[in-house]
């Protein structure tokens, strides 16, 4: 077991003794911090992606300018302009830290998600035979 599924363990006893509204809190989030852990990646990567700052951000920067439009035809019209003010917005934000460990991080991601394909169609093989 890895030293990160302990220390998330030791925290789960903890905050059950302290602090239920916490405790389901961090539940949620467990998956998704131990992820973070387990994809070894540097500190400022995972200090940016262990925040909500960052879609926070993004979320405040299109309410902004999102707020004039009264009404939306569809789905679809909404969406596409979702992506026109996200795409404005991206020259607001800021370089993310640790901005060059990215590459690193889509290479780990790709190989993940082709070792899970490859799982899937093994899968899909078996149920057919």
Known sequence: MSEAKVLSDRL???????????????REAKDDLLVIHELKLSMSLKKFFSTTNPIESL?????????????WRDSEH????????????????????????LPG?????????EHDNNEAAVD??????
Request: hydrophobic share 40%; charged share 30%; with cysteine.
């Open 105 to 113: 991080l889509w290479v780990k991601l790709r190989s993940l998600t």
């Open 59 to 71: 979320n405040s920067l299109l309410e902004e300018d999102m707020r004039r439009v009264k009404r």
């Open 12 to 26: 789960e006893s903890v905050l059950r003794d302290l602090n239920l509204s916490a405790l389901e809190s961090y």
């Open 78 to 101: 909404f969406q596409r302009w979702l992506a026109t003010y996200c795409l404005a917005s991206e020259k607001k934000m800021r370089r993310i830290r640790g901005h060059a460990s």
């Open 124 to 129: 899909a093989q078996d149920n057919v035979a």
